[in-house]
């Protein structure tokens, strides 16, 4: 019984280190192969020639493809991974075009919002002063200038300049005359 349990022992240390030693060695040469840019099965020979003149024997070794991949397709291989990799790099630039141009489209889109909420908001600015001087073009002469006597006079020229020229004369005509002059100059 202890023969058997040392046979099986041994058994199991086979299966368990020799096996997969085999298979990592395998396919460590494998990889060193493809990283050496050779064939894998590729077979040196030695090929002797007699020289007859000199009568000389002379020995070059030569490598024999064993796996029908010869030299110029091995080129051709090398010339379209080349050519892929010319490919993957014009594409990370052209994605990063893209990247940019849509940013920039991101960014003209805010500058057009913020340009419409700006002309909204004049609009409405004007549509106003326009409600402000159609008040005063329904009050008489007098009484407008007894109330933009009080006003600033930028804002009484802003007005002003909303009514006809015949109403803004004889409001300018009912003024104080100081008023009057500096509200002619922003009138200008």
Same mark, same amino acid.
């Given at each position: $019984?202890?023969?058997?349990?040392?046979?099986?022992?041994?058994? $199991?240390?086979?299966?368990?280190?020799?096996?997969?030693?085999?298979?990592?060695?395998?396919?460590?040469?494998?990889? $060193?192969?493809?990283?050496?840019?050779?064939?894998?099965?590729?077979?040196?020979?030695?090929?002797?020639?007699?020289?007859?003149?000199?009568?000389?024997?002379?020995?070059?070794?030569?490598?024999?493809?064993?796996?029908?991949?010869?030299?110029?397709?091995?080129?051709?291989?090398?010339?379209?991974?080349?050519?892929?990799?010319?490919?993957?790099?014009?594409?990370?630039?052209?994605?990063?075009?893209?990247?940019?141009?849509?940013?920039?489209?991101?960014?003209?889109?805010?500058?057009?919002?913020?340009?419409?909420?700006?002309?909204?908001?004049?609009?409405?600015?004007?549509?106003?002063?326009?409600?402000?001087?159609?008040?005063?073009?329904?009050?008489?002469?007098?009484?407008?200038?007894?109330?933009?006597?009080?006003?600033?006079?930028?804002?009484?020229?802003?007005?002003?300049?909303?009514?006809?020229?015949?109403?803004?004369?004889?409001?300018?005509?009912? $003024?104080?005359?100081?008023?009057?002059?500096?509200?002619?100059?922003?009138?200008?």
């Amino acid at each position: $019984m202890a023969k058997e349990n040392n046979k099986r022992g041994k058994q $199991m240390i086979v299966a368990l280190v020799l096996i997969p030693a085999i298979f990592i060695l395998v396919g460590g040469i494998v990889v $060193m192969n493809y990283a050496m840019d050779r064939p894998l099965l590729s077979v040196p020979l030695l090929e002797v020639k007699n020289d007859e003149k000199t009568g000389e024997t002379k020995t070059s070794k030569t490598q024999v493809n064993v796996t029908g991949i010869d030299s110029e397709t091995t080129n051709r291989l090398k010339a379209a991974n080349s050519e892929i990799e010319k490919l993957r790099n014009e594409n990370v630039e052209l994605t990063n075009e893209v990247k940019a141009r849509q940013e920039e489209i991101t960014d003209l889109i805010r500058e057009r919002d913020r340009l419409t909420s700006e002309l909204e908001a004049a609009t409405k600015e004007d549509e106003t002063s326009s409600d402000v001087a159609s008040v005063y073009e329904e009050m008489s002469a007098k009484q407008a200038a007894a109330i933009m006597g009080e006003l600033e006079s930028p804002q009484v020229a802003d007005l002003l300049k909303e009514l006809s020229p015949k109403q803004q004369a004889d409001i300018l005509g009912r $003024m104080n005359a100081q008023q009057a002059a500096v509200v002619t100059q922003l009138l200008q």
